[in-house]
Every structure is written in C-alpha cells, then in structure tokens.
C-alpha cells in the first residue's frame, strides 16, 4: 500500500536504524531529465511523517550540488547520542565522492560538506558501508576501481587488491553481513569477486557460464556469511541467482519470475526471507529466496523502477525510485485506501474559492461530493508473517494451571532439506501454595475419615478464639452424646453447676452428685449409733417390748377441726370441694392468692385443670426468672428463642440443648442464628454460625459466613469450604445417607473454589466439588470456554485451545498447519482429528460452538 509520494528524479538513501524519527535522503540521479530539462541538483532530507494521512512528504532540509548522483548512502557514523545525524556519502557521475554532515543540512549550515575527493576516474555508481565499522566506506566506479575509505582520514583510501582484468565497470560493491574484512564486488557482465581485506586479495570468483548475465545487483545474505544473490538486467535472462560460496560451480537457486531484465534488489534485513527486485516489466515483486515464491507484489503503476530499498527502521517500509520522476513510499503490510482517496477529495476541493468565479458576488453551495458506490480499496498484505511480527518466544496462561510456551529455533541453513521442529511446551504453575496445601490436608481428611483428627488440628492452628469455638462445635458433632458436649462448650456443666448449688446452700459436694454436708452427715451417724446402745440396754433390762405396747405408745386420736361453710373465701373453698368443684376452688384460691393451695388442689382435679392452672400462675409472674420456668413448664421454647435478650443467646442455646426435641431443635436454633445474624455484625455472625452448626443447616451457614466475608479471596473460601465439608460429613454420620448440596449460594461457592483448584492444577480434586446439577452454576462459571491462544508461529503455526465441558472432560487442540489433534492433556491421548473442512473424530463426540463435549 502506497503511503507517501513525491514528485523527484533522484536516488534515495533511508536515515540509519538507530535515527528518529524516520527521515528519507534524495540526490538528484544523473542522466536523467524532467519534464522542464532542468539541469540543476540537489540534496534533500524529508521526514515521514505517517499521522498524516496525505501523501506528501515533509522536506526538513536541502542542498544544493554542482553534480547529479549515481549513488547514495546514509552512513550511521557520527552519530549524536540521541541517534540523529549521521553522514550521507554521495558518488557523482564525474567520479567525485562527496560526504555531507546530516545535521548542517538539516540546520541549512554553510560547512555541511566535511570531505570530498575525485580519487576515481569515471561515475560512482556503487557504494555501501561496513555494517561493523560505519567508518569504512567501499566505492567502485570505472576500470574496475574499488577504494575502501576511512571516514575519519578521508584523503588516503585503500584497495582491496589488483585491479581485475580484463578493466570492467564497477556496478555493485557489498560488505558481508556476518564477516567484516570480507567484501564483494561485482561486474556488468555477470562476473563477482569476493575480496578478503585481511590479506588485500580475491578470495573467490563466480561467474555465470551462460555469458548472458548482465548484473545490475548484487546483495550478501543478512544472516548466512557464504550466501549472495545476483541479479540480471538482461532482458534475455531476467532471473535473480543465489548463490553459496561453498558450491560456487552453480547456483543454488534460480528466482524466475521477472519476464524482462532486473533493475534492482534489495534484500531485508529484518527478515531474510523478504527480497525485493524490481524490473523492466514495470513489476516490484517480493520473494521468499528460500522457497523462490513470489509472496508480494506492489500495486504500482506501468513505469519502471530503477532503484527499490527497504527502510532499516521500520522493516514493514520500502521505497522506490521510477523513471517517471516519482519517489514513493509503500507498506507491505497492507491496508485501506480510503483515507488517501478522501485526502486527495478534499486537496481538490481547497483549491477553488468559495466566491462564484463569474464575479456575481454570491458564494458558493458546499461542494457536494458524489459518495463512490464500490468498496473501499483494501490492498492486501504479505502472504506469510514477516519475521518481525513473529514473536520469538512466547508464553500464555491455559485451563488447569497450565503454562504454554514457545519458541522459534534458529533458522536451518537453505540447503537443509529438514524442516526445523518446533515445540510448544505445557507446564504446571501453581501460585496459591498455602490454599492448595489446606486443600490437600482437607481432601485427605475426607477420603480418610479422620474427621475428629481434622478438627483438633484445626483448633490447634486457628489465629482467634472464635475460629476455635467454630472448630470445637464441629468437633463435638463426631463425638457420642453431642447435646452434652455443646452445654460444656457454651459454658454449662452439670458438675460445676451441683458444685455452686451445694455451696448456696451450704453443703459440701460429693462426687456421686447429692449436695450432702458430711459434717451433719457424721453428727447424725454418732448420735443414731448412741441411741441405738440406749435401746440395746433397755431391752437387756427390761426385756423386750410388746407390739401391744409398743402401738399404744403412738397418739390415736387427731385434734378435731371445723369445716367451714361460711360465705367468706374460706367457706367457699370448703363447699367447692364437698361437691367436688375443684375448678371453682382453685379459681377462689388464685383470686386470694393462695398458689400453693391451687397447684395442689389442680392436681386432683386432672390435667387439664393443671396446666391451666400452672398458665395462670406463670401469667402473674413478670420476673426473669418466670420466664424460664415458664418455658420449662410448658415446653414452649419458641417463645424463649424469639424474646430473649441477644446477650442471652448462649443461655436460650443450652436451654434448647437440654430440653428441645429433636424434631423441633433444628428449627429453633435456625430461629435463633437468625436473630443473631440481622444485627449484621461479624461477632453476631460467628455466633449465627455455631447456631447453624448446632442445627446441622449447610445453606444459613455459608449464606452467613458469605455474608461477611469477600469469598473470592482463595484462603477466605477455603475456610468456608473446610467447615462445609466437615459439617456434611457430621451430618451424614447421623443420618447415615448423603447430604445433597441444593442452595444455590453454597452450589456456586463450591463452583468458584473448584475453579481455583483447577486453575492450580488441582482438577481431580476439582471434580469432586462440582455439583452434580449444572443448573445450579451460572453460565459464567466454568461451564465456558476457558481459553483460546493462537500464536503467529511459522512453519507450522500452533494453538492451544482449552474447554471446559459439563463432564469435566479436558481437551487440547494443537493446531498444525491445516488439522488440529484433538488430544486429552491427561493421557495424552488423540481423540480426534480436525481439518478445515471437516471434522473426524476417532471416537464419538458431539461438537457445539467449537467445545468439545464427552458423550
């Protein structure tokens, strides 16, 4: 795609790599003329500018010379530290070579000519300078000159050598890419020598035995020291040779596709597999040298280019120089036309006045430009991924933990008839060490059984004493007599408790649990034993006693009382109950206070009027205590659940310990914690928590925890997820079946931890957490496809791409050239063979939306 133009007859030269921003130099080319036969000539330095869309160029500075070039070269030598300036090094048609200081032609200095000197005898078409030392400048001109200048004592050069003979024409002169002291020069008619400087002499010479090779080009391989091409300016051979110094007999490759002679070459530094040429067939292809495919060729118009180069900054850039006085600038890249069809709209459009040319004085309406009804112009790109948008090495993170990298080798030399393996390489990564070694203790506990083991050495490690109470209740539901074991964890004990009463009252405390003071216990043994020896004398005294007389020693007869009838409360009582209206005598002894008289009498009269009785006593008592015995006796916990005092949450727990039913227990402790959950603070959520511990409720025990706590944090989930398993499994034992998992919130806590573990590489262990119900998982769980990586990589180019399936069934695509091998990352298996049309698998599978699904 063309992206800069302007109108010139000149050769061009690009700033160094190393130089920004990004200028291009022209001089004036010799023996050609414009359209005005304008003899004069210049040197000009433009930047390119690419945020501007327009075609033209920005011309930064300019000098003006006495003669027109055959050849150019910025050389990188002089350099500031900030990468500008440099030297451009000009070979003229009279033989003069010129080096012009960047910077003074930039700052339109009078001293931008720091060396010149007419050493050679005929035009300077051939230049270029050391890629090692930028001070050694090669020059070749006429009779077969070649000088090697030193910038820095610019008056005395060197030869490589003797001259050639018989005296030809220097066309082209090249430095190695690889070895510095070695230089290549090469002749019209076909013939290259290749100099060692080290010993001033020709090492090597090729020629074509055909005698038709006329060369107009001749470039070193950028990356292969024994490596050159050749080009043809003949129209009867119009080929580009490659050859190898090693097998110089032939060349190693012929490049044919040119159907007149080649004018010039140009191979890219960036990428040896990018070489240029241009020819008389007014075409500027690209080739791949090592496969001789043309991969490219330049939307250009019908003229022939006599100079093309490659931009050492920018790799994608080239330029070209046509004999239609056209300089201009393309990427290989490819891209739209439409911003320069738009440009070139609105340049034509600023060149008329908005005023009515016919002088009537009335402006003009806005331009109306016709909206074009083709497409927009999209020029296509290289054909294969230039070298310097491949990335060498390469990393990306997939399903499982898994790390998946690459690396492209070295390059094989072109000979090689092997193609150079590449490899992707999948490792294991693992970053939340300390959740994956909770995870492992956990899984171990629960394959093992040793759930009691578990707790213990969690309450030995827990950081809080509320993370240990948690533990202790967790603890006690694997434990015989779990009631019990609660009422000493809230901190109420049976023999501690006998011990307080035993002291309120002031007896002494026994182990067999009766409060018995032994003291009084003692004085009542010594005196029962000394009336015992009383009785013991009398009887050997007297003899023994009669049962006659012993009966008549008891009273017989009880002091006589009155029945009372009169109409006062007592009389009314004592009717009630000669008629045996034990309602209407309890109802008399309530209303004069006589609770004692009315219990009792309420017993006689059936159960019924018991519990009212008892109803309506406890109705008069508004103490706390009543309360509670209240609740003990009517066996109405409710009431004590929802109405006690928060701060009493512990004393309505172990009430509900001790006397709830077992159908009835779990609901009121689930009343309780969430009492103590709507207050909403983190104290009254632990708390909530050991209720729902004691009740056995997964569901308010996560939906509790979750509230409080950010659960995405690993650590933080797998606290929840630890006391969830434990909890289940308790409750298990005592139901002796499996719980099933059926809140949505724990359904997906569970998902979210299995994630974790699968994305450390856990993915058995993952498994094992799912839910068997994938409805109860959002579709942004693991449900999805997790990754999909497709890496530029040449030869062939590979992709990973991992799924996640409902039956936690792990694939692996690698992509190689045209099929993908579907494979198993677990056993390594192929399972199937994808192409680009079709797919073939090897067992059965179902495919939907490019996941592949186990069936």
């Not at 009537?360 to 909206?371: E, H, I, K, S, W």
């Amino acid at each position: 795609m063309r992206l800069k133009e302007i109108q010139r007859t000149a050769h061009q030269a690009w700033s160094p790599a190393s130089h920004h921003p990004i200028y291009l130099a022209l001089g004036t080319s010799a023996q050609q003329l414009d359209a005005s036969f304008n003899t004069t000539a210049a040197l000009e330095i433009f930047e390119m500018d690419f945020a501007d869309p327009s075609l033209d160029m920005k011309l930064k500075g300019s000098l003006p010379t006495t003669n027109r070039l055959h050849s150019i070269v910025w050389v990188n030598f002089g350099l500031g530290a900030d990468g500008t300036g440099g030297r451009l090094v000009s070979g003229s048609e009279n033989g003069a070579i010129t080096v012009y200081n960047v910077e003074a032609i930039l700052g339109s200095a009078a001293d931008a000519v720091v060396g010149q000197s007419d050493k050679h005898t005929g035009p300077v078409r051939a230049l270029d300078f050391n890629p090692f030392q930028s001070n050694l400048l090669a020059s070749g001109a006429n009779d077969s000159e070649i000088y090697i200048w030193d910038l820095n004592n610019f008056n005395n050069p060197m030869t490589p050598g003797a001259k050639s003979q018989p005296a030809e024409d220097i066309s082209v002169v090249s430095w190695n890419r690889q070895v510095q002291h070695i230089l290549a020069s090469a002749n019209p008619s076909g013939k290259a020598v290749v100099w060692d400087l080290r010993k001033n002499e020709p090492i090597i010479k090729i020629s074509d035995h055909s005698n038709r090779m006329h060369c107009s080009g001749m470039l070193w391989h950028p990356e292969v020291a024994t490596q050159l091409v050749l080009a043809s300016e003949d129209d009867r051979m119009p080929v580009i040779q490659m050859w190898d110094l090693r097998f110089a007999t032939s060349p190693l490759k012929v490049l044919e596709n040119h159907t007149r002679g080649i004018l010039s070459i140009s191979w890219s530094q960036a990428d040896p597999e990018l070489l240029l040429s241009s020819a008389k067939d007014n075409r500027i292809l690209c080739w791949n040298p090592n496969t001789g495919e043309v991969i490219y060729e330049l939307p250009t118009i019908n003229q022939w280019c006599f100079d093309v180069q490659w931009c050492p900054r920018n790799p994608a850039l080239l330029s070209t120089a046509s004999f239609d006085g056209k300089i201009s600038v393309y990427s290989v890249m490819g891209g739209s036309l439409e911003g320069q069809q738009q440009s070139s709209v609105d340049k034509i459009s600023s060149s008329f006045d908005n005023m009515d040319p016919f002088g009537m004085g009335q402006t003009l309406p806005p331009l109306q430009v016709p909206q074009p009804t083709a497409q927009t112009t999209i020029v296509p790109p290289l054909k294969k991924p230039p070298k310097w948008v491949r990335r060498p090495v390469g990393a990306s993170f997939a399903f499982g933990g898994k790390l998946v990298t690459f690396e492209n080798p070295p390059p094989a030399p072109a000979q090689s008839p092997q193609p150079v393996p590449r490899q992707v390489f999948v490792s294991q990564v693992t970053t939340e060490t300390e959740f994956l070694q909770r995870s492992r203790e956990l899984q171990a506990a629960l394959q093992a059984g040793t759930f009691v083991h578990y707790c213990q050495a969690k309450i030995q490690s827990a950081p809080c004493d509320a993370e240990q109470d948690i533990w202790k209740f967790l603890m006690v539901n694997f434990e015989d007599e779990a009631r019990v074991k609660f009422l000493r964890l809230l901190g109420f004990s049976k023999d501690e408790l006998e011990r307080k009463i035993s002291k309120c009252l002031g007896k002494n405390f026994q182990p067999n649990g009766h409060g018995v003071d032994a003291k009084d216990l003692a004085e009542k043994m010594q005196l029962l034993s000394t009336e015992r020896a009383d009785e013991a004398g009398a009887v050997s005294d007297t003899g023994s006693t009669s049962p006659t007389d012993f009966f008549s020693q008891i009273p017989q007869d009880k002091p006589s009382f009155q029945i009372p009838i009169s109409s006062d409360t007592d009389g009314l009582i004592s009717q009630a109950l000669l008629v045996g209206n034990f309602e209407g005598a309890v109802d008399l002894c309530l209303n004069d206070g006589r609770y004692a008289e009315a219990i009792l009498l309420s017993i006689s009269g059936g159960e019924e009027l018991l519990k009212r009785t008892q109803q309506r006593y406890l109705d008069t008592q508004k103490n706390s205590i009543s309360m509670l015995i209240s609740s003990v006796v009517t066996q109405n916990w409710r009431d004590i659940v929802q109405s006690c005092e928060l701060d009493n949450w512990k004393e309505a727990l172990a009430a509900l310990l001790t006397y709830a039913h077992p159908e009835e227990f779990a609901p009121l402790c689930d009343t309780l914690g969430g009492r103590l959950e709507t207050e909403g603070t983190e104290k009254r959520s632990l708390q909530a928590c050991l209720c729902y511990i004691c009740s056995g409720n997964l569901e308010k025990l996560v939906e509790c925890w979750a509230a409080q706590r950010d659960c995405s944090s690993p650590l933080v989930l797998e606290d929840l997820v630890e006391k969830v398993m434990i909890l289940r499994k308790s409750i298990e034992r005592l139901r002796n079946s499996e719980v099933p998992l059926q809140s949505p919130t724990l359904a997906e806590k569970l998902t979210c931890y299995a994630g974790i573990l699968a994305a450390e590489g856990s993915l058995a262990t993952a498994m094992s957490y799912l839910p068997d119900n994938s409805d109860q998982v959002s579709g942004t769980g693991l449900w999805s496809l997790v990754s999909i990586r497709l890496d530029a990589s040449p030869h062939p180019s590979y992709a990973l791409i991992v799924s996640r399936t409902p039956w936690q069934v792990m694939y692996a695509l690698i992509v190689c050239c045209t099929s993908m091998y579907v494979r198993t990352l677990k056993e390594q298996a192929i399972i199937g063979v994808v192409s680009e049309t079709c797919i073939f698998p090897t067992k059965r599978k179902k495919v939907c939306k490019s996941v592949y699904y186990k069936t």
